[in-house]
């Protein structure tokens, strides 16, 4: 299974199994084609974290299958704590190193 299709199967499953708490919108579902045509914004991977700016955003998005708009924020923060649960890794919302390897190589 490829993150992408691990990306939009864990964001199904979430949308089903909210629970209540403040409301939030739910990401939206990742963009298979925008992926599998490339991303090439950058190939620096900084850390990032909610409120980051900046190509090294719209490359982690691209790759993520959503909105590239360059801007952390709630959709982007939300699909990294899908991916980071999906694949074991800390869920602390911050694209770090073990986030990226998996936004590369899955």
Sequence with gaps: MTVRNLIAATLAAAAITAVAGPAVAAPAAPDLQAVSSGCAYTS???TL??????????????????????????ETEQTVLAIQSSFGLATDGIIGPQTWDVLYNF
């Design 44 to 46: 620096a991977t900084p």
């Design 49 to 74: 974290a909610p409120g980051s700016t900046g190509d090294a955003v719209r490359q982690a998005q691209c790759l993520m299958g959503i909105n590239a708009d360059g801007i952390f924020g709630e």
